[in-house]
Nanobody, 127 residues
Framework: VQLQASGGGLVQAGGSLSLSCAAS????????MGWFRQAPGKEREFVAA????????YYADSVKGRFTISRDNAKNMVYLQMNSLKPEDTAVYYC?????????????????????WGQGTLVTVSS
């Protein structure tokens, strides 16, 4: 399995960005997909997760109401729409695939629940 994240860039506070993650390999649709981020000098943290069917989603409190995770299983894609961006959202964003299958999004909120990671895409929010 390979994951390729894209869509990062520089945006002003209050603006929007949309991240994409393309997954290769079969059986994409049975896994939870998640987004994590790592700010400079900080540990990587959970951002959002979406269940294998897309029927359940889960967000970190810091992004709830501003970010939306979605997926298209036919295209092996997962997305993160980020609105009302703040300088504290500046980080490298990573997409990841869960270890287990047919799990709920709320179960997969820690790094240990994921086994494949994309290379990351940098999001910079200027004030």
């Amino acid at each position: 399995v390979q994951l390729q994240a894209s869509g990062g860039g520089l945006v002003q506070a209050g603006g929007s960005l949309s991240l994409s993650c393309a997954a290769s390999g079969r059986a994409f649709s049975v896994y939870v997909m998640g987004w994590f981020r790592q700010a400079p000098g900080k540990e990587r943290e959970f951002v959002a997760a979406i269940s294998w069917s897309g029927g359940s989603v889960y967000y970190a409190d810091s992004v709830k109401g501003r970010f939306t995770i979605s997926r298209d299983n036919a295209k092996n894609m997962v997305y993160l729409q980020m609105n009302s961006l703040k300088p504290e959202d500046t980080a490298v964003y990573y997409c990841a695939k869960s270890r287990g299958t047919y799990q709920s999004a709320s179960y997969c909120t820690t790094e240990g629940k994921y086994d494949y990671w994309g290379q990351g895409t940098l999001v910079t929010v200027s004030s």
